[in-house]
């Protein structure tokens, strides 16, 4: 290990245990994890600031913002969740909030302050142009400085954390970029007469075709509206649907009266599932460059949070050991697809067959939905399958057995470890028994 925490040599080369391509959440928290292992840690994000311009809605959970320890004010509690398709609403109540909208700079600054107090250096405005290559193996990166001057940064882990546009994980070979991804636009409003406890998921050609659009209101009067399309399954503009929301959904028209834009946003998520290698000599991907968000709703933030943790702390273990090869790197691996492999698969499944929803079918999921408990339409969103949850599900609604829906559910229940078929009679007695 370099052992002060900091980066040693002069301007040109400069030497850290553990160097992280991007400053989002999955790079800040696998800087944490890396310099509290003990790594001297060095982040380099190409963005003049940490969190600064947001490319994400924010939209995430409680439960999960308190275990990573994110302070209460970084975050907007949701009372009311409300799902419309073209002809029907589901909506649910949660007296005690479930999810919630984050402060994204708030957030993602915060992360940086704790990567910091942990030991790492934070680098912004310096662009990673590409990986430094030895035999093969990783051994650094080719990066601009805050002065525009190209230097080397040497390490025996590189940590790509640089979302959609994989810098390292692209250049060598792990992937061939991201073909199908999801592209949002939102406006940041300030909307006086919106609801700030009500969040809507709206879904359908009218205002999103293959994909969904959303209202997340967070606090102090702002709301974020926003249209995600999926391409290539559809070449829309997601632009052009959000200039025109109001028009396309008037019944929220009063909730927008007196609004305007105080930030405009734009993104991509990939949505195409897990990459299929994470690691090589010398580099682990996380976050979003690992395909490591959940294709269902396209949310990644908290996903991005708990990879980068593993690997930051896989990165240290390996400099402790003095090991960075690809077989070592590989516990990291493993520990992610045990954790949030099954999960991710059923969530790609899941959206692979609603990306391609009729408006009809979008009534008849909304009311499948409506059936529900508050608390499984909860899991559902947050993708916390099990078999229980899909035999609540269908318990509820048991003519989905009688549908294309049965081998969904017969796929995704084996993912989870049950091998037999769900029947009818069982569906049918157990939702008799619990009525
Ligand atoms: C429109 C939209 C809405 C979304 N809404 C939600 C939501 O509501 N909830 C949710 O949980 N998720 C949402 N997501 C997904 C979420 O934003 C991502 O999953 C999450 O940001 C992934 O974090 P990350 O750290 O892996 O990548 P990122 O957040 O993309 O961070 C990567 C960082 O690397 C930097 N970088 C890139 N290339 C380089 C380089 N060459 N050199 C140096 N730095 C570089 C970037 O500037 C960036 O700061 C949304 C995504 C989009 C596009």
């Not at 060598?172 to 636009?185: D, H, I, N, V």
Request: charged share 20%.
């Amino acid at each position: 290990m370099t052992g002060s925490g900091q980066a040693s040599g002069t301007d040109d080369v400069r030497t850290v245990d553990v160097l992280i391509v991007g400053g989002g959440p999955a790079g800040l928290s696998a800087a944490e994890a890396a310099a509290s292992g003990g790594a001297s840690v060095a982040v380099l994000e190409r963005q003049k600031e940490i969190g600064y311009p947001v490319h994400t809605s924010g939209g995430s959970w409680v439960a999960d913002m308190k275990a990573f320890g994110i302070p209460s004010d970084l975050y907007h509690p949701i009372k009311h969740v409300r799902f419309l398709s073209p002809n029907r609403e589901a909506r649910f109540e949660y007296s005690e909030p479930v999810c919630c909208v984050l402060d994204v700079r708030g957030v993602y600054q915060h992360l940086a302050g704790r990567a910091v107090r942990a030991g790492a250096t934070l680098h912004p405005n310096s662009p990673v142009e590409g990986p430094m290559l030895e035999d093969g193996r990783v051994v650094g990166v080719v990066a601009k400085d805050h002065r525009n001057r190209v230097g080397q940064w040497r390490a025996s882990v590189v940590v790509d954390a640089s979302g959609f546009s994989s810098t390292i994980v692209t250049k060598m070979g792990l992937r061939q970029g991201f073909k199908r991804y999801g592209y949002g636009a939102e406006y940041d409003l300030v909307a006086p007469n919106y609801n700030p406890d009500t969040l809507y998921l709206i879904m359908g050609s009218q205002v999103a075709p293959a994909g969904y659009a959303w209202a997340f209101p967070r606090s102090k009067g702002r709301v974020r509206l926003g249209v995600g399309v999926i391409r290539p399954d559809v070449d829309e503009d997601a632009r052009e649907y959000l200039d025109t929301f109001v028009q396309r959904l008037p019944s929220l028209a009063p909730d927008f009266a007196g609004s305007s834009p105080v930030e405009y946003h734009t993104g991509l998520f990939p949505s195409e599932g897990v990459v299929e290698r994470f690691v090589s000599d010398g580099l682990i991907a996380t976050g979003d460059s690992a395909g490591h968000g959940s294709t269902l709703v396209g949310e990644g933030i908290r996903f991005a949070i708990y990879s980068g943790q593993m690997a930051g702390a896989v990165a240290a273990e390996a400099v402790r050991a003095g090991d960075s090869s690809a077989q070592f790197l590989g516990r990291y691996d493993r520990q992610w697809r045990g954790r949030f492999g099954r999960e991710m698969d059923i969530s790609y499944i899941v959206n692979q067959r609603i990306a391609r929803w009729s408006d009809a079918r979008w009534d008849e999921g909304v009311e499948i939905l409506r059936r529900l408990s508050p608390a499984q339409a909860a899991e559902l969103l947050r993708g916390d399958y099990s078999v229980g949850l899909f035999l609540g599900v269908l318990r509820k609604n048991p003519g989905l057995l009688r549908t294309g829906s049965r081998k969904f559910f017969d796929v995704a229940m084996q993912r989870l470890g049950r091998q037999a078929p769900v029947t009818e009679a069982e569906v049918v007695s157990v939702g008799q028994q619990e009525a």
